[in-house]
């Protein structure tokens, strides 16, 4: 069966500390992994990772996908309460348009 | 439009009314996606759309639930007989080519309440 697993299911951390998400997946025929950022509206888009892009970043935000350990990370370096969301992982492969998401990674960054 | 469009944002209902969701993707995307989300939880898939073409529903729990995108752009996911068990967020995306190197943008969903 397809999974998608997070961890931890939660973290709180000081304002100024760096924190790793964590990502595995178990799925046939891997095509990508997103990493998505959700607030109190719509779950926003940060990165997709592929066999052809295995690291993104983007200011305080980077991500690497291990395709040998089948698994990625997103690191959010210098957190600011801004930061405080939940992070959702998301993973596609062939044979299928859908996206299957994981639960999710609450964060909350104290000031 | 600009952005994936949701209607209502928040629609309470009483057990065994039917209700409608609305969801207008952006313009010129191909794909969508109707997903559930229950509180805690990542989204979960419901059913697709490649134009006006539903290519997958496996996701949508029993025959009470049902999606249509008659034109290829605006789509209704309409649940029959509400049961307080269909309480989520139900969100609607859209993307360029479907899953195939292309990210899912998503709407601000509509919370749907069964009392």
């Known amino acids: 069966e397809d999974k998608v697993v997070q961890s931890p299911l939660s973290l709180v951390v000081h304002e100024g500390d760096t924190v790793t998400l964590n990502c595995s997946y178990e799925?046939?025929?891997?095509?990508?992994l997103l990493w998505y950022k959700q607030e109190k509206k719509a779950p926003t888009f940060l990165f997709m990772l592929t066999s052809s892009g295995i690291e993104k970043k983007s200011g305080r935000l980077s991500s690497i996908l291990d395709k040998k350990e089948l698994s990625s990370i997103l690191n959010i370096t210098a957190t600011q309460t801004g930061d405080s969301a939940i992070y959702l992982c998301a993973v596609t492969y062939s044979g299928t348009y859908k996206y299957i998401f994981g639960t999710g990674t609450r964060l909350k960054v104290l000031a | 439009g600009a952005g994936v469009s949701q209607s209502p944002r928040y629609k309470v209902t009483k057990r065994g009314q039917d209700v409608a969701l609305r969801c207008d993707p952006i313009?010129?995307?191909?794909?969508l996606y109707w997903y559930r989300q229950a509180l805690g939880q990542g989204p979960e898939f419901l059913t697709y759309f490649n134009y006006e073409a539903q290519q997958d529903k496996s996701g949508l729990p029993n025959d009470r639930f049902s999606a249509e995108r008659p034109e290829g752009s605006i789509s209704t996911l309409t649940i029959q007989r509400t049961e307080q068990r269909d309480s989520a967020m139900y969100r609607c995306a859209s993307s360029p080519r479907g899953g195939l190197g292309t990210e899912a943008f998503f709407g601000q969903g509509t919370r749907l309440t069964v009392v």
């Open positions: 799925v046939t025929n891997f095509r990508s």
């Open positions: 313009s010129g995307h191909v794909s």
